[in-house]
């Protein structure tokens, strides 16, 4: 029911103050452009406060507290709030519960609330026991510290009264459609780190456990020019979602052990899902969770590669997979993202703690350590091949043999004749039925592989050709089997290619061969590797992948 009434919610928030902004709004209390405090002791549930626009050094939102079926709605009005300090913070909530923060009431104005600078601090924070907050339609920039904060620190002035895991929960986090660029630190810090135990120096070292926070959505947001980690989460370890963000340039200031796009910390278990990382210093993504969570339909592009180029040996990849705390039994999956010139591998899997890890249908390209690995560049397994599972995953080392729609313009989409296009296998099951355009997948007769799913009617125009079935085994060792319409009556021709264009086999099959209704192919002569199996007959051809394994 809560789940329910959360979205009921949203859904009307969403007619009542659409992203395009509003020109009438319904306000039951209006905040001064140059008030610097919204206090609780005047706002009931279900009020709607409005902030008239105007310039403020910082903003306190103090003992605000809606209910879960009346929050209150903060929104701008009649233009921007603009904030510009040195303080410690642009905007503050404290003690506030079941608050939606929204700058989209005005028309025109993508980002009603404007934090431009704050010299010595963060530009927002969720505090001191603040829970079940939504924030919209901010932009935050040139803070000397994180972008936005989510968390309450156990050590509140009082060592009788610490904020542990044990009396305190933050519930149903929500941030979106925000800005935030040319951030010192952190672009989004939510969630403690310390999942395991922080140290108070404040009361003699004691060490506590920090709050968890159960229902985080973060999604939507640029996220550009970001000092360390783009988004950071840890101690969330349910009913987390991070998606459909877009994320530029993290980790320019090299700060080690802060550098990725997305790091998923310990104690988090989150999907992670349709976003788009590019030419950040660090990893693309980093993943030390508990487990059971999906990575998939991300575009990560040129990940590390201006991190000290000219030291192969200072590794940045795609996507790594490590471990601080893992759940017993845990799997991680990871499918159907595009990894684009990784500077180290595309992926590396280091989690000898998970049952599972299951690496299917991804698109690989250029991985920087392609000379030097030749084994194992696009997916690097650090633990026991039999606990990771590999399968059609599309991987080449030229970008130009993919056949993306426009490489220079970052338009990796798939052309029509990409090799990619009915590539990978069917993932439905799993919850995979759409691509990180929000297409709905497969749209042929298979997944493509990587994060887009072709929608072009001619892709494989021939895969629907009643005479050829689907190969097996995939993956294979040794030999494949084609079953073949026994009514035949010509030759046909298998060729099999390999993803840099080189035929490696090519065989005739007279007719008379063909009664049989199957034809078995040796392979055992050739190398490990993806292959196109090419099937001519009546002078149409069919492509199906093959995967050949040793």
């Given at each position: 029911?809560?789940?329910?009434?959360?979205?009921?919610?949203?859904?009307?928030?969403?007619?009542?103050?659409?992203?395009?902004?509003?020109?009438?709004?319904?306000?039951?209390?209006?905040?001064?452009?140059?008030?610097?405090?919204?206090?609780?002791?005047?706002?009931?549930?279900?009020?709607?406060?409005?902030?008239?626009?105007?310039?403020?050094?910082?903003?306190?939102?103090?003992?605000?507290?809606?209910?879960?079926?009346?929050?209150?709605?903060?929104?701008n009005k009649g233009g921007a709030i603009v904030i510009d300090n040195d303080h410690f913070y642009g905007v503050k909530f404290a003690n506030c519960k079941h608050v939606i923060f929204l700058g989209n009431g005005q028309e025109g104005i993508q980002y009603g609330v404007q934090v431009n600078r704050v010299g010595n601090g963060a530009?927002?924070?969720?505090?001191?026991?603040?829970?079940?907050?939504?924030?919209?339609?901010?932009?935050?920039?040139?803070?000397?510290?994180?972008?936005?904060?989510?968390?309450?620190?156990?050590?509140?002035?009082?060592?009788?009264?610490?904020?542990?895991?044990?009396?305190?929960?933050?519930?149903?986090?929500?941030?979106?459609?925000?800005?935030?660029?040319?951030?010192?630190?952190?672009?989004?810090?939510?969630?403690?780190?310390?999942?395991?135990?922080?140290?108070?120096?404040?009361?003699?070292?004691?060490?506590?456990?920090?709050?968890?926070?159960?229902?985080?959505?973060?999604?939507?947001?640029?996220?550009?020019?970001?000092?360390?980690?783009?988004?950071?989460?840890?101690?969330?370890?349910?009913?987390?979602?991070?998606?459909?963000?877009?994320?530029?340039?993290?980790?320019?200031?090299?700060?080690?052990?802060?550098?990725?796009?997305?790091?998923?910390?310990?104690?988090?278990?989150?999907?992670?899902?349709n976003n788009q990382i590019y030419d950040g210093k660090g990893d693309g993504i980093d993943i030390f969770g508990l487990g059971f969570m999906k990575i998939y339909n991300n575009l990560i592009v040129r990940a590390g590669r201006t991190y000290k180029p000219g030291q192969p040996s200072e590794y940045k990849h795609g996507i790594y997979?490590?471990?601080?705390?893992?759940?017993?039994?845990?799997?991680?999956?990871?499918?159907?993202?595009?990894?684009?010139?990784?500077?180290?591998?595309?992926?590396?899997?280091?989690?000898?703690?998970?049952?599972?890890?299951?690496?299917?249908?991804?698109?690989?390209?250029?991985?920087?350590?392609?000379?030097?690995?030749?084994?194992?560049?696009?997916?690097?397994?650090?633990?026991?091949?039999?606990?990771?599972?590999?399968?059609?995953?599309?991987?080449?080392?030229?970008?130009?043999?993919?056949?993306?729609?426009?490489?220079?313009?970052?338009?990796?989409?798939?052309?029509?004749?990409?090799?990619?296009?009915?590539?990978?296998?069917?993932?439905?099951?799993?919850?995979?039925?759409?691509?990180?355009?929000?297409?709905?997948?497969?749209?042929?007769?298979?997944?493509?592989?990587?994060?887009?799913?072709?929608?072009?009617?001619?892709?494989?125009?021939?895969?629907?050709?009643?005479?050829?079935?689907?190969?097996?085994?995939?993956?294979?060792?040794?030999?494949?089997?084609?079953?073949?319409?026994?009514?035949?009556?010509?030759?046909?021709?298998?060729?099999?290619?390999?993803?840099?264009?080189?035929?490696?086999?090519?065989?005739?099959?007279?007719?008379?061969?063909?009664?049989?209704?199957?034809?078995?192919?040796?392979?055992?002569?050739?190398?490990?590797?993806?292959?196109?199996?090419?099937?001519?007959?009546?002078?149409?051809?069919?492509?199906?992948?093959?995967?050949?394994?040793?």
């Amino acid at each position: 029911m809560k789940k329910f009434v959360n979205i009921l919610f949203a859904l009307i928030i969403t007619v009542l103050f659409p992203f395009t902004g509003i020109s009438q709004i319904n306000c039951t209390i209006e905040i001064p452009g140059n008030e610097f405090l919204i206090d609780g002791a005047s706002i009931n549930p279900g009020d709607v406060v409005c902030m008239l626009s105007g310039n403020k050094e910082y903003l306190l939102i103090r003992d605000v507290q809606g209910t879960e079926s009346q929050p209150i709605t903060i929104i701008n009005k009649g233009g921007a709030i603009v904030i510009d300090n040195d303080h410690f913070y642009g905007v503050k909530f404290a003690n506030c519960k079941h608050v939606i923060f929204l700058g989209n009431g005005q028309e025109g104005i993508q980002y009603g609330v404007q934090v431009n600078r704050v010299g010595n601090g963060a530009g927002m924070s969720v505090d001191n026991l603040s829970t079940n907050i939504e924030i919209g339609f901010v932009e935050i920039s040139n803070t000397d510290i994180g972008g936005i904060y989510a968390k309450t620190e156990p050590y509140q002035g009082d060592c009788d009264n610490l904020v542990t895991r044990d009396n305190f929960t933050m519930y149903d986090l929500k941030i979106h459609d925000c800005y935030l660029h040319d951030i010192a630190d952190e672009g989004l810090y939510v969630g403690s780190s310390k999942y395991t135990g922080q140290t108070i120096p404040q009361c003699n070292n004691i060490v506590v456990l920090p709050h968890i926070i159960l229902g985080v959505e973060i999604y939507n947001n640029i996220l550009e020019n970001i000092g360390w980690d783009g988004i950071q989460i840890g101690s969330s370890p349910d009913d987390c979602n991070i998606f459909n963000n877009l994320i530029r340039y993290d980790s320019y200031a090299e700060e080690q052990y802060q550098m990725s796009g997305i790091l998923i910390g310990g104690g988090a278990k989150c999907d992670c899902y349709n976003n788009q990382i590019y030419d950040g210093k660090g990893d693309g993504i980093d993943i030390f969770g508990l487990g059971f969570m999906k990575i998939y339909n991300n575009l990560i592009v040129r990940a590390g590669r201006t991190y000290k180029p000219g030291q192969p040996s200072e590794y940045k990849h795609g996507i790594y997979i490590g471990e601080l705390v893992t759940t017993p039994g845990a799997t991680f999956k990871l499918y159907n993202n595009t990894i684009i010139s990784p500077k180290s591998n595309g992926m590396k899997y280091a989690n000898n703690n998970a049952t599972m890890g299951y690496i299917i249908n991804n698109l690989i390209t250029d991985p920087g350590l392609l000379s030097s690995e030749k084994n194992y560049p696009y997916i690097n397994v650090m633990v026991n091949p039999q606990k990771v599972d590999i399968s059609n995953n599309f991987n080449v080392p030229a970008n130009s043999t993919v056949k993306f729609v426009n490489y220079d313009d970052n338009n990796f989409d798939l052309k029509p004749n990409s090799p990619a296009v009915n590539y990978g296998k069917s993932l439905t099951t799993e919850g995979i039925t759409f691509d990180i355009e929000n297409r709905f997948r497969p749209f042929h007769t298979y997944f493509d592989a990587g994060a887009y799913e072709c929608h072009d009617p001619y892709a494989d125009i021939n895969e629907y050709n009643d005479d050829f079935g689907i190969p097996y085994p995939v993956p294979t060792k040794d030999y494949i089997n084609i079953p073949i319409n026994p009514n035949i009556d010509e030759d046909v021709i298998i060729r099999i290619t390999s993803l840099t264009g080189q035929t490696v086999l090519k065989k005739t099959f007279s007719s008379s061969k063909l009664l049989v209704g199957n034809l078995k192919v040796d392979l055992k002569y050739l190398q490990p590797g993806n292959y196109i199996l090419t099937i001519t007959a009546y002078n149409q051809s069919v492509n199906r992948p093959i995967i050949i394994i040793k």
